[in-house]
């Protein structure tokens, strides 16, 4: 079970058959690695993880070899770091040299690599690969001349959510990273979930930014700027601020919004409480007709572009209620511009979002009303990080504010969207109040937590049995949807989040290796649910306030019209 | 042709099941040596058709002997056969006469086939074709022409695994087994377990001839011992590599022998289905390859139950896209399961985890044929062959400025000097023989100093190159060593997976680096003689990095041909970085040229003929060149017809 293998002259315990980088990171000795992910298959393709073994003739890579008998091994011998550091050198004598103007500078693996091995001269040159930059998609951008092809975009995009929209093509130093037909981003498959930016060590992929435009229109006093953030940005914000980690900063971050200048600032989760209110009650009338069983959750647009273009046959399955986002952004321009008399071509409203696929879900065609979009920009919290040190708020000073009327009550049911499984929770509290008028007996509902791949959860309604499911990264989908049409699924509601662990892991998040931070992030939504007192969507009293002043009954005619969508068949280079 | 024979089947099954002294009568043997040509009573014409041959106009060639005959009304057989060895003599017609031995002429045509054939059946030989002529204790000799085993090119060659090349069909099973083949195959299905073949082969000693020289039993049991449902077999057909050939040749000249090593192999490690990836571009080696593994079939020693031992297997010809990279095990299998053909970091190896998941075996096909030899003649004859350290034969593709290129096989041990001096002929045009290289892409130039190195696995690693592909390509005084080292790592480059960064990104600079150090310096900013050398300096870094850190062989090896050369020709290098001068003259970029003003007749041919506008001059005056402008492509001195252009 066990094997002593001697590192650095330092004897340590293995264990048999794990690799030998795993047996050193658990003893405390760092080899650095470029192309590793966790979890995923080794490529063994950057060899920086390369150490020296006794008897063995090259180098070997760390990652994958397995450990299987008594090894005398040197990690930072002076052949291993010649070796390192020759290969930085090499990435970099094909790597743009503008690291002061690049998305990435100071967050940048391969610029920390560079400095942690000494790399202070540039000893080799010669031609570099020239590529043109993809700016066709509205959510991410490919700049294939800072690409160091160690394929963790491909294996994210083909291991976990199965969309395999990227692919290594051709050869030697040809060798690239593209899409089907070596197409731009907006004719692929591509979702526009944001992970591959988020495992990209350099700026070949990151997302499109909307800086300038948010700048631009704070400082137009003609105009009025509208800012509605997502549950899951007011938890992440902290770990860039030196803010407490795994607490809801709801309130600080409505004051920095106020601080830049923006007029009002709304909180998204208000949308999330209608959207839950609205498809809870949308899967009660299908459940009492029978008809177009199981209920997809609509408010993950990667979802939804995926099913559009690779299960339009589902589209019926889906409910028509619009993402928080949109719905607050529907409200915004068709509720709340008229209360205020200002002209809505008179208001600009932003969204600060977990996502790079919200940036897309904006500009869809379905989201435009009378040609104009309801959301006119989409900014991610990594964006938002930048602004708010752009406009010098001190964030720590800050004392907290509450969001503007109206959008500013929230319950937590709508802040569980944050998570995966957690819309789903929230939908299974308000279904029984549609079905039965009565709460559900337990409100927490501990197997919709910590969701892995997917999970079923049968809840007692009344006398009916309802099933409740929650799928956990986009790969576990296809399963469900085979078992759909060969009628085999049970599940009444199946929630379905593109990333794995929901928003709060989204493509626009800050990028986080601390594996403690990445789980605090899911507590702080969990612990707001267990402490708050309003924990179920219609309860809240802004929302019913709302429904009683504007929208009428839940899914009334109003309802359809600025609360719902539609969808259709997409055609793409799968 | 093939049908001709077709009632032989059983009698020749029987043949090889049991020794031909137990045979009953003297219509069995008198059926062998009709099918061995030993008996002929028409005139039996011989045409070489095989890739080399048919760039050299075999297949018109044939058509002109049909018609021949046809215009005379004359009956002959006539066979196709693979190639002799010798591909500067291609297209190699053979003529036998009943009673007579057979004659080999070399590089015939459609115009001295006439000739030839016009004499040879009037038993008149046109001395200025023949080659030679077979020995055969059963045939009359032909006068004064030499004996193909006499000849120096096949006297010091051991042609254990080539002795069938040239010499029979390679499209009739009869001519194959009744030269002895599938007897071996036969032999181990009814008398060996799986585990006892593999000890067989390892004892034998047998190295696997792809160029690491793994052992092969060690490999084979190693797939055996995995247990699994199914297994695989695959045969690198795939050379994929400038300067080796051999395996072409050999498919095209006896591709039973390939289905029979398979068939053999297969069985040791316990296979059901064995794989042959070969070059989509090998067209004729298909095609023979399949046309083989038919004929087998048929003759039910592939299938269901093969000879009642239980034992099934199918082969199937794989055709891959022609990848360097794909040569690589782990790669070649990647490409056989559909997807990029790209290495994967080992362990697991192939034997445990292989193609589809399942312990699968990679043997090249000089391996898998060097099976029935030793199953034939035994572990110990075999083990008598070679040196202490390689045992057997080894092919090589021997090519460049020599008199007689072809594939040769030696024992291993021969020495190179015998190989290219006694076989190969020498260096053609009584130039001078300069360097050899060895190996192809991952391989490197050995000089003179190295001539009495004997091949064999051991020996060529210490110098620093490799067998690799066995591709041997000799250069003479003409050649470049810079520039020989500038094509192989262009080569690499291109060739390159891609996956590894010191391959993709260390092949690339490494050519960039030769590519400077044989260019002119553009200006004296921006290549000083320093940074050149400093280049150089740096090309020992890389290559040495990339020796250490590369994921799979072809990176590995990228860098021998490199250090070789740095480390036996490190004075042209020098040459070419501080004097700016490249002795063989082939850097154009290196050279520089001057007018001679007395011999210039103002022409003004030179002028208008130059590309980059560097001649100056008025007409009948004498022209100057700006050698700011001179970009040294030697049109100028080509075109001048008063030797006024001087080359320096």
């Keep these: 079970m066990f094997i002593d293998i001697v590192v650095n002259n330092k004897k340590i315990r293995a264990k048999r058959g794990e690799t030998i980088l795993e047996a050193l990171s658990s003893n405390g000795i760092k080899v650095p690695t470029l192309c590793r992910m966790e979890g995923l298959s080794p490529t063994g393709a950057c060899r920086m993880c390369v150490v020296e073994i006794e008897g063995k003739a090259g180098l070997i890579p760390s990652c994958s070899y397995p450990i299987e008998e008594p090894l005398r091994i040197w990690t930072h011998s002076t052949r291993v770091i010649r070796a390192r550091k020759m290969l930085v050198e090499l990435l970099l004598s094909n790597h743009p040299d503008d690291c002061l103007y690049c998305i990435r500078n100071g967050n940048c693996e391969l610029q920390d690599m560079a400095v942690e091995l000494n790399v202070r001269e540039r000893r080799i040159s010669g031609e570099k690969t020239k590529a043109n930059s993809d700016h066709s998609s509205p959510g991410i951008i490919r ?31 040809k060798t690239a990273i593209a899409t089907t037909m070596n197409k731009d981003l907006n004719f692929s498959s591509c979702i526009n979930c944001g992970q591959c930016i988020m495992v990209c060590p350099t700026a070949a992929l990151h997302e499109k930014t909307n800086f300038d435009i948010v700048q631009e229109m704070l400082s137009n006093t003609d105009i009025k700027v509208v800012v509605q953030y997502s549950p899951s940005v007011a938890v992440t914000l902290a770990e860039e601020f030196q803010l407490k980690p795994g607490k809801d900063h709801s309130g600080i971050l409505n004051t920095a919004l106020k601080r830049m200048g923006f007029d009002w600032v709304f909180d998204s989760a208000f949308g999330a409480d209608i959207a839950i209110y609205e498809q809870s009650a949308e899967l009660a009338d299908r459940i009492i007709n029978q ?3 199981p209920m997809f959750s609509s408010c993950c647009p990667g979802w939804i572009k995926y099913m559009e273009q690779s299960h339009p046959d589902m589209i019926d399955h889906v409910s028509t209620t619009k993402s928080p986002q949109q719905i607050v952004g529907s409200l915004i321009k068709r509720y709340f511009a008229d209360k205020q008399g200002i002209p809505t071509e008179k208001i600009f409203s932003v969204s600060v979002m977990p996502c790079t696929a919200k940036k897309f879900e ?37 004392d907290e504010d509450i969001a503007d009327s109206p959008f500013n009550i929230r319950s937590s049911a709508a802040k569980l969207v944050a998570v995966s499984g957690g819309l789903a929770e929230g939908i299974a509290r308000s279904l029984s109040f549609h079905l039965s008028g009565k709460e559900l007996g337990e409100l927490k509902i501990s197997k919709l937590r910590n969701v892995k791949d997917y999970t079923e959860v049968e809840i007692k309604i009344g006398k009916q049995e309802i099933v409740i499911a929650a799928v956990n990264g986009l790969k576990n989908v296809t399963a469900v949807i085979n078992d759909i049409r060969e009628e085999k699924c049970k599940a009444h509601y199946i929630e379905v989040m593109a990333c794995e662990g929901g928003c709060i892991m989204g493509g626009g998040q800050p990028f986080q290796k601390d594996d403690k931070i990445l789980k605090s992030r899911i507590k702080a939504v969990y612990d707001s649910d267990d402490k708050e007192s309003i924990r179920v969507a219609h309860k809240n009293s802004k929302m019913l306030d709302l429904y009683n002043e504007f929208l009428g009954e839940k899914l009334s005619e109003k309802c359809m019209k600025i609360l719902h969508t539609r969808y259709s068949q997409r055609e793409v280079l799968l | 042709m093939a049908n001709e024979y077709h009632n032989h089947k059983e009698i020749l099954l029987n043949y090889i099941q049991s020794p031909l002294s137990e045979k009953t009568g003297n219509k069995i043997s008198e059926i062998i040596a009709f099918i061995k040509r030993e008996k002929v009573n028409q005139p039996i014409i011989g045409i070489s058709l095989n890739s080399s041959s048919i760039i050299a106009g075999a297949y018109q060639l044939k058509d002109r002997i049909l018609e021949y005959l046809q215009e005379r009304d004359l009956n002959a057989e006539i066979i196709p056969l693979g190639a002799l060895g010798v591909t500067s003599y291609e297209p190699v017609v053979t003529i036998q006469l009943p009673g007579k031995t057979k004659l080999i002429y070399k590089n015939v045509n459609d115009e001295n086939i006439i000739a030839i054939l016009d004499g ?82 390892e004892q034998s000693n047998l190295k696997g001839r792809g160029g690491d020289g793994y052992p092969t039993g060690k490999k084979w049991k190693v797939a055996l011992e995995s247990p699994s449902d199914q297994k695989y077999l695959i045969c690198n057909a795939g050379e994929s590599d400038p300067g080796a050939f051999m395996e072409r040749l050999l498919i095209e000249s006896d591709p039973h ?34 046309m083989a593994i038919q004929q087998a079939k048929a003759w039910g020693l592939l299938g269901h139950n093969i000879f009642e031992s239980g034992y099934n297997l199918d082969i199937v010809v794989k055709r891959g896209a022609g990848a360097y990279v794909c040569g690589e095990e782990t790669a070649l299998i990647s490409s056989l399961e559909g997807k990029r053909g790209k290495p994967r970091s080992k362990p697991p190896y192939p034997a445990t985890r292989g193609l589809f998941g399942k312990p699968t075996v990679v043997n090249n096909v000089e391996t898998l044929i060097n099976v029935p030899v030793i199953i034939e003649k035994g572990v110990e004859w075999y083990n008598s062959v070679g ?25 291993m041990g021969t020495k190179l000097r015998d190989i290219i001096f006694r076989i190969a002929g020498g260096i053609a045009k009584g130039k001078k023989f300069k360097a050899v290289h060895i190996g192809g892409p991952s391989g490197g130039c050995l000089g003179e100093n190295h001539l009495d190195t004997p091949i064999d696995f051991n020996s060529i690693m210490l110098t620093g190159t490799s067998l690799g592909s066995a591709g041997m390509v000799i250069l003479d005084e003409d050649n470049c060593i810079i520039d020989t080292v500038k094509y192989f790592m262009d080569f690499l480059q291109k060739e390159s997976c891609g996956v590894c960064i010191p391959c993709r990104e260390g092949t690339r600079r490494m050519h960039e680096i030769l590519e400077n150090i044989s260019k002119r310096p553009k200006d004296d900013q921006s290549h000083t003689t320093l940074q050149r050398f400093k280049g150089v300096m740096q090309l020992e870094n890389l290559a040495e990095v990339l020796k250490d850190t590369s994921m799979c062989g072809l990176g590995r090896k990228a860098a021998n041909p490199v250090l070789t050369s740095l480390k036996w020709f490190r004075s042209e290098y020098e040459d070419h970085i501080f004097d700016r001068r490249c002795e063989a003259g082939v850097c154009q970029e290196l050279r520089t040229f001057e007018i001679d003003v007395d011999a210039c007749t103002g022409c003004t041919l030179c002028a208008r003929k130059c590309p980059s506008g560097a001649i100056y001059g008025t007409p009948k005056n004498a022209h100057f060149i700006v050698q700011d402008k001179c970009i040294g492509c030697g049109i100028c001195y080509n075109t001048c017809k008063f030797s006024a252009i001087i080359s320096k």
């Excluded at chain 2, 080659?131 to 000849?151: D, G, R, S, T």
């Excluded at chain 2, 794989?275 to 023979?288: D, K, Q, T």
Aim: some cysteine; proline content about 3%; glycine content about 6%.
């Design chain 1, 143 to 173: 700049d294939p001349a800072k690409c160091i092809l160690c394929g963790r975009c491909v294996r994210v995009c083909d291991e976990i959510l199965q969309v395999s929209t990227l692919d290594i093509i051709k050869r030697g130093n």
């Design chain 1, 291 to 293: 008809e177009n069983l």
């Design chain 1, 362 to 398: 904006a500009q869809r065609e379905e989201m435009t009303h009378k040609g104009v979009s309801d959301i006119d920009v989409v900014i991610t919290t990594r964006e938002l990080i930048k602004l708010i040190h752009l406009y010098g708020v001190d964030v720590a000073s800050l």
């Design chain 2, 120 to 201: 040879t059946l009037n038993n008149f030989i046109p001395e200025d074709h023949v080659f030679a002529q077979v020995k055969n204790k059963l045939h009359e000799v032909w006068e004064q022409v030499p004996f193909l085993h006499e000849i120096s090119f096949f006297q010091n060659q051991q042609r254990l695994l080539l002795s069938n090349c040239g010499i029979i069909n390679p499209e009739s099973i009869e001519e194959y087994i009744s030269n002895g083949g599938y007897a071996s195959y036969l032999k181990i299905l009814r008398e060996n377990t799986p585990a006892e073949v593999c000890q067989i082969i």
């Design chain 2, 257 to 290: 022998k390939i289905v029979e090593g398979i068939a053999i192999s297969a069985y040791a490690i316990g296979a059901q289905k064995a794989f042959i990836y070969i070059e989509s571009e090998y067209n004729l080696a298909i095609e023979r390859l399949q």
């Design chain 2, 387 to 411: 040196t202490a350290e390689s045992k057997g034969t080894k092919l090589f593709s021997v090519s460049g400025k020599v008199e007689f290129p072809g594939i040769i096989e030696v024992a």
